[in-house]
Nanobody, 114 residues
């Protein structure tokens, strides 16, 4: 069993920045990849970014050049640095880890509004 704890969401003005963190803990596990999804009101959940155990990354077109995913393997923590935020980035952001099974965090609200 793996637990994920997220932090870093909040309210920010358009053009601002936020950094989300997600720490994984539990019984011994190996990580294939970790990443972030988001879900805005009335919309389907969409993949935002992921990072593999080898450090390869992948981003949704809507966030390329603005968001950066990174990872500290030693403590199984993944980060999402979000810059130049737009109102359309408003959503609940969920982190996940794929160990062969997929585990999800509880979600953290990001609101971009003036």
């Amino acid at each position: 069993q793996v637990q994920l704890v997220e932090s870093g969401g909040g309210l920010v003005q358009p053009g601002g920045s936020l950094r989300l963190s997600c720490a994984a803990s539990g019984s011994r596990f190996s990580t294939n990849y970790m990443g972030w999804y988001r879900q805005a009101p009335g919309k389907q959940r969409e993949s935002v970014a992921l990072i593999t155990s080898g450090g390869s990354t992948n981003y949704a077109d809507s966030v390329k050049g603005r968001f950066t995913i990174s990872r500290e393997s030693a403590n199984n923590t993944v980060y999402l640095q979000m810059n130049s935020l737009k109102p359309e980035d408003t959503a609940v952001y969920y982190c996940y880890i794929n160990t062969g099974l997929v585990y999800w965090g509880q979600g953290t609200q990001v609101t971009v509004s003036s």
